[in-house]
């Protein structure tokens, strides 16, 4: 998130003795080929809980997935989208005591990052009078400058299947609902891997050919993942950025290609390293499963893998508002 994010000072106090609960699923992107403009929600969510009290600090208490070395102030993720969003607005908030239930492993390419940013934003808006509300534009928009992207918080808004794209500084995203019969399978490993790492890796040219192969596969793995399912193997091809980056998430890039040579539609899930397979159908779910599981097991990953069936997310972060 950018330090110069904010652009106003805040004003005003918002009401204390307001609760707000958001719920953020994962998410995944690229997907292979769709680099920076396609991401998948997924059926792992994150639970982040705010109330506004009069206690003039923040106080941030996780539990769940990484929570041990996680900030417990307003440095935390989901306090700085949430008092950003509110400064940007004109607004500040008297205290806030704020509980995040983290079930999305953090630095694996599932978007933690990007599911805080959703939820204090989201939970910033819901905090705000209604007429000082960002609409769901705006608030796609906040969200993907504070994340720098949208392939992340598109899906987390929006749920199933987004497309984004930029035009100019405006970051735009389009929903589009991912055929029934796919079934997602994460290999997560045990180590993390810092998404700024993973992009530094990456060349600031590709040849032409790189690039025309690669808009192909993109348009047929948009097709793949709506309309043919049996098209995922050969629209899950990438061509701009699994390759350069596969020196450090060695593991990843083994399983993800020994997956590949037994015919699953396996990806490096967003910077990595976790690795996704679109299984079609209950019995190719099953196959993959057994699949993942036995080449992990085979590797000399250090702390192992986690290999989880998961589903996609029909509908994207949800937001509850209680007032004393």
Aim: aromatic letters at 4%.
């Amino acid at each position: 998130m950018p330090e110069d994010a904010v652009l106003s000072a805040p004003a005003r106090l918002v009401d204390s003795g307001q609760a707000v609960r958001v719920t953020v699923p994962a998410t995944s992107a690229n997907l292979g080929p769709g680099f920076d403009s396609l991401g998948l929600a997924l059926g792992l969510f994150d639970t982040v809980r705010v109330r506004t009290v009069d206690s003039g600090t923040t106080a941030v208490f996780p539990t769940g997935e990484g929570a041990g070395a996680l900030p417990t102030d307003g440095s935390h993720l989901v306090a700085r989208a949430l008092l950003g969003t509110l400064a940007n607005a004109g607004w500040s908030a008297p205290g806030l005591e704020i509980e995040t239930v983290n079930v999305i492993p953090h630095g694996r390419g599932l978007g933690s990052s990007a599911a805080a940013i959703v939820s204090g934003v989201l939970a910033a808006n819901a905090l705000l009078p209604e007429a000082h509300r960002l609409d769901e534009a705006a608030v796609l928009q906040w969200c993907s400058t504070l994340e720098g992207h949208p392939d992340n918080v598109a899906p987390a808004l929006l749920g199933s299947l987004a497309i984004s794209w930029e035009t100019g500084r405006a970051f735009q995203s389009t929903r589009v609902e991912v055929h029934p019969d796919i079934i997602p399978i994460a290999a997560i490993p045990d180590t993390a891997l810092s998404t700024e790492r993973a992009r530094g890796l990456l060349p600031t040219s590709v040849p032409h050919g790189s690039a025309s192969a690669n808009a192909g596969r993109a348009a047929l793995l948009v097709h793949a993942l709506t309309v043919r399912p049996d098209l995922l193997h050969p629209g899950t091809r990438d061509a701009l950025h699994q390759e350069y980056r596969a020196s450090v998430m060695l593991p990843s890039a083994v399983l993800m290609q020994a997956l590949r040579a037994q015919g699953f539609a396996s990806v490096i899930s967003g910077a990595g390293p976790t690795v996704m397979t679109f299984a079609v159908g209950e019995e190719e779910a099953a196959r993959a499963l057994g699949a993942a599981r036995a080449l992990a097991a085979a590797s000399d990953t250090p702390g192992g893998w986690r290999i989880l069936r998961l589903d996609v997310a029909r509908e994207g972060a949800k937001v509850e508002v209680h007032q004393r």
